[in-house]
């Protein structure tokens, strides 16, 4: 319940800085993206996809992401760690004809799976102990998009997230898809 106040204090904020009550003339844009990334952790690397929702009005950007990751073994030491992460950000957004650049801070509940102590002295097994984490943590985001048309972009993000529990970075690839700002002329 506390996360959910939380949520929605920094929401109510966001949405706040735009002060929505005024004119409505400025242009807003809004847009989606997915992709592959990967993401470095104390304890591996992991590899994911990463999806966002993304609201754009003025220079003012509004970001929901979510980030799964997970260790790529198949033969190895079992649990394989992972990593998840749903966040709130808010930034600031310049452009340059069809580029932009963004930078973007806020709130994220996140969570993942690590390995803990060997489970077994037998030196063939590779079983570790499975330790858990869920906290929130301060997602810090630099996103350099290309809008190639009007409505198809991508864009690559370097990102991390600090939390009590691990500090954790990684860079991801997305496609974006949606209502994309930029100068067209179509």
Known sequence: MRFFILFMIV?????????FWEDQSQESFMWVGAGPGTMDSPNASLLGMNTSINYLKSDHIFKLRGIYTEEMVLYGPKPNDEIWELGLLYGRRTAGGKTGVSILAGISYTGG???????????????????????VGLPIELQFDVNLLKFVGFSIMFFTDINPHTIYTGVNFSILIGYLPGNFDL
């Open 11 to 19: 929401s109510a904020s966001c949405l706040n800085a735009i002060n």
């Open 113 to 135: 799976t690590y390995k803990g102590d060997r489970l077994d002295t037998d030196p063939f097994s590779e079983d570790y102990e499975e330790l858990t984490f869920e906290t």
